[in-house]
Structure formats: structure tokens, C-alpha cells
């Protein structure tokens, strides 16, 4: 495409250089840059793009857009160095939005044809989604997904970097969903993702919002929960269905905003709405440890199984048929989808013959891990053995936390590594101990994983349930810079079958 037709629409200046010529690609990092290429300067957390111009233009670039408001170059520098390399600069009032809009101009403009259902929260989102996405595909609809876990794009499976891709990546992605005729798209939006703009541009036919918790509180994330906050109410900015849970803290707020803006549809347990669930009672179904619950409200009524264990995976369930809801998705679909639900990482069950319940989640805070041990001792018989560690250069007050809460919890806990990274796993594991020595909680060390986990079920006895939480879907470990495959999934079922039983495929 001509630049000139890329920026069009955009609010640009023009500091030099002829904008008619051919451009392909839009980047945000200088060592991508290339012929034909757009760099956009990006002032992120710790660099500001406009510190590599010169790379980008050794790199021949076609294009560089900076921002007006920047410490770094000034306009007659721009000047001098446009006539030294024949490159073309423009100037935007915002890059971030620039970079957005610039990479829907080179995508064709998918989400002018494509229906976008965005689900946003601090918890929920990754089985949220899931089940949104499995409701499309059920009912012969074939929906996209951009998440935590993976991407979809029809059946092709993606490898996820980030909750949220850059810009460039949402709209790449949201073209191939055009070309294989996929009108719809369900994805995850983080708060990163709405304050960076990298969904600037989005319509959102529907968009959900789930709860807040303080789990992104950092310099580097969100300053406050004020913060946090404003920036996941950006999702309704413009959205044609707001779908909010009524019993999430700040939901008087969430409704307020996003009733100026659209239609407002509410769910929840505790709190009256539109979708309701009540009389909730745990079930089995073989090998599935799930809830029964009944739905009750204006739109869809009946009595409902989700096929994951605890009270949070009702009100995911009930996010999920409300967006369905919302789609157009019948009440059959929604029921088949939630009675079979199986996501990555999220309560996943190893289905095994030696009589344990053994489950693989993601929870890596002590909230978290609080939530999936109390849920997981209401239904079940015998003791909950937890197998957990902490990942490496993070605050090391989730290790104290996490310690504590395993101690008080957990009828016996093995602590282990998890991702590393830079640090000395025994180095992490001590910060756990601190905690969980707070406590009169049974424990072990363990350092290698691998072992952990099969020194966790090994231990276990029938109408026990083995907990290995922290990585969930991740299926690496970090070491010093470099991932090695590590699946804790597929760890459980090689130590079951070391212990004499099977698992289910």
C-alpha cells in the first residue's frame, strides 16, 4: 500500500520526506524494521523507542513516526536526518494510537467485518473465553480466540507471547480470521493491553468485565487500583453490549460507566441480575468434579452442570452464556459447551485409575491459591496435597504469602521450583519456607519437579486430590534466560503410569 493512503485518515504532521511510496509492515522495535516498514517510536516502561531511530533508518526503514511530546529528538534532527537517508517522518500527537490504527490500515480494515466479544477482569478471562469460544463452535459458528493460553485462529493453534498482542499482532491476526471467512473473534483484553492501546480501534460487540483484584499493582503495571480500574473500563468506550458481574467490588461503578455507552447486562450469585445462579451443589460425573446450578433471570432460565469444581467457575460460566446470550447462541449449546468444559491450566484434570483427583492450575498468588485449595476441600473425601513453588525474579512477597496460605490450607504440601529464572531455586524455595513456617502445616522440599509431583501422588491415597498449581498451561520451565519443556500435565500422568496406573487420553 502507498503510506499515503496508510496515514490518511490518520492525525498526522508531516516533518519530511514524500509519503508515496510503498510501505508493508508497521513495528514498534528497530531490529525488525526493514524496507517498506513503518517504525512507530513507542515510549514503553523501560525503553522509549525513539531512542533507535538511527537504528531503523540502517536498517532502511521506510517510514519513522514520533511522538510530539519526546526528550529524545528534536525537529530539525528529524530534518538533517531525513535528508541524509531519503526516509520520510511524520508526527503524531499519540504513537501508541498510531500504531493501532496504522497496522488496521495495512490489515485491510478486518474489524470492520468481524465481531469482537472481549472479556476483561482480573480473573476469569482465560476460562471465560474458553467456553465463549467453544459455544461458537458448537453451534456451527467458528469463532477466533486471542488469549493467555494460546491463539485460534480457526483451527490453527498459535503460540501466545502476551494476554494481549501489540496492535500490529490483534490486527495480523484478526486478516487471517478474514480470510479462512471468520466473522467472529473472542478474545482476552488485559489492562495492559486497553492502557497501551493495543486494542485501540476495536469495536467490541459485546464486552464483559469480570472482577478486580490487586494483582497488577507495580511501577511497571498500574501506579494504583484507580489506575487499574480506569483503564479496564476503557472497553466499553465503544461496545454495543456491556456484560458486567454484579458481585465484583467496583460493579456500581463499571455499570454506571458503561451504561452511558451501551446496553448493560448484569450476572451474578449474591447480588439480583440478569443472569443469576442459584442453589448451587458440588457433583461428580465420573472422573469430572463440577457444580450443578440453577439459572434464573430475564433472558435463559434452567438447571446448568460446569464440568470445573468452585464457586468462580460458576460466575465464569454465567460471563460465558451472557456473551453467548449476546450472540445469538441457543441455550442447548450452552449447556452441552459447560457440562464437557476442559481449559489448559484451569482446574485441568489428569484423569487416572489409581482413585486421585489430580488437578493442574495456574494459581501463582496466594489469592489464588487460597481460592483453588478451599474449593478443591469441598469436594474432596480424603486430604488435599499441594505441590507448588515461585517464580523467580518477582516480588518475594508472594513466596512469604503462598507459604502461609499452603500451611494453613493444605492438609500437606511439597514445595518445589518453578520458574527460576535468574535466581537459585533454593534460594526461592527459602523465602517459601519463611511463610509456610508461620504455620504447624506438613511439608516437604523438593527441589526438582519432576519429582515433586510424583512424590505428591505417590503419597496420595484414593479420595485424595493432588493440587500442582503455580504454572498451569505454561509448559516450560525458565532457567537463566533459556525454556525447557516442562508440562505438568504431562508430568502427573507420566508419574501415574510409573505408579502402576493409566490415565485417559
Known amino acids: 500500500m502507498l503510506l499515503s493512503n496508510v496515514i490518511k485518515e490518520l492525525d498526522l504532521r508531516l516533518i519530511a520526506g514524500d509519503p508515496c511510496l510503498e510501505v508493508t509492515s508497521v513495528e514498534f522495535d ?3 524494521a526493514g524496507p517498506g516498514s513503518i517504525f512507530v517510536c513507542i515510549k514503553g516502561f523501560k525503553t ?3 531512542r533507535f531511530i538511527s537504528s531503523a533508518v540502517e536498517n532502511n526503514a521506510a517510514c519513522v513516526i514520533v511522538e510530539a511530546e519526546n526528550e529524545y529528538v528534536d525537529e530539525s534532527a528529524l530534518k538533517t536526518l531525513a535528508s541524509e537517508s531519503s526516509i520520510v517522518i511524520a508526527e503524531a500527537k499519540d504513537t501508541k494510537k498510531a500504531l493501532a490504527l496504522i497496522a488496521a490500515a495495512l490489515a485491510g480494515h478486518p474489524e470492520r467485518d468481524i465481531d469482537v466479544y472481549g472479556i476483561t477482569g482480573t480473573k476469569g478471562k482465560t476460562t471465560s473465553t474458553f467456553m465463549l469460544r467453544n459455544m461458537f463452535e458448537v453451534s456451527g459458528k467458528k469463532a477466533g480466540l486471542i488469549g493467555t493460553v494460546c491463539n485460534f485462529i480457526g483451527d490453527e493453534k498459535i503460540e501466545a507471547v502476551h494476554t494481549t498482542p501489540e496492535s500490529s499482532r490483534v490486527f495480523g491476526m484478526m486478516r487471517a480470521l478474514r480470510e479462512k471467512n471468520i466473522s467472529n473473534l473472542v478474545m482476552e483484553v488485559s489492562s495492559q493491553g486497553l492502557k497501551l492501546d493495543r486494542v485501540y480501534g476495536l469495536r467490541y460487540r459485546a ?5 478486580l483484584y490487586e494483582d497488577h499493582i507495580s511501577p511497571e503495571e498500574h501506579p494504583d487500583m484507580e489506575d487499574y480500574l480506569n483503564c479496564k473500563l476503557k472497553i466499553f468506550d465503544d461496545c454495543g453490549n456491556a456484560v458486567i458481574n454484579v ?5 456500581g461503578r463499571v455499570i454506571g460507566y458503561a451504561s452511558s455507552r451501551c446496553k448493560v447486562l448484569t450476572y451474578g450469585i449474591d447480588g439480583e441480575a440478569d443472569f443469576r445462579a442459584e442453589n448451587l451443589r458440588q457433583e461428580r460425573k465420573g472422573h469430572v468434579t463440577g457444580t450443578k446450578f440453577d439459572l434464573t433471570g430475564k433472558y435463559v432460565t434452567g438447571e446448568f452442570f460446569v464440568a470445573l469444581p468452585g464457586k468462580f467457575n460458576v460466575y465464569n460460566a454465567l460471563c460465558a452464556i451472557a456473551m453467548a446470550y449476546c450472540a445469538g447462541i441457543g441455550k442447548n449449546v450452552m449447556e452441552e459447551v ?3 468444559i476442559s481449559v489448559p491450566g484451569r482446574m485441568q484434570p489428569v484423569e487416572n485409575t489409581l ?3 489430580i488437578l493442574v492450575d495456574y494459581a501463582h498468588n496466594a489469592e489464588a491459591l487460597k481460592s483453588a485449595v478451599l474449593t478443591l476441600k469441598e469436594y474432596t473425601e480424603g486430604r488435599v496435597i499441594t505441590v507448588f513453588g515461585c517464580g523467580g525474579d518477582r516480588p518475594k512477597i508472594r513466596r512469604f504469602e503462598m507459604g502461609e496460605v499452603s500451611g494453613l490450607l493444605s492438609d500437606y504440601t511439597f514445595i518445589t521450583s518453578d520458574n527460576p529464572r535468574t535466581e537459585e531455586p533454593m534460594a526461592i524455595i527459602g523465602d517459601i519456607l519463611t511463610g509456610i ?4 502445616g506438613k511439608y516437604e522440599v523438593e527441589a526438582d519437579r519432576t519429582a515433586a509431583i510424583k512424590l505428591a501422588i505417590s503419597a496420595a491415597k484414593p479420595g485424595d486430590t493432588v493440587l500442582i498449581a503455580g504454572k ?3 509448559d516450560y520451565q525458565e532457567i537463566n534466560g533459556v525454556k525447557h519443556h516442562f508440562d505438568d500435565a504431562e508430568k502427573a500422568a507420566q508419574a501415574v503410569r510409573e505408579l502402576g496406573g493409566s490415565v485417559s487420553e
Not at 464486552?207 to 472482577?211: I, K, L, M
Open 207 to 211: 464486552a464483559a468485565f469480570t472482577n
Open 472 to 474: 498451569g498451561h505454561e
Open 48 to 50: 522509549d523507542g525513539h
Open 247 to 251: 458481585d465484583c467490588d467496583p460493579a
Open 30 to 32: 528497530s531490529r525488525r
Open 338 to 340: 459447560l457440562a464437557s
Open 437 to 440: 513456617n508461620k504455620t504447624t
Open 355 to 357: 482413585g486421585l483427583n
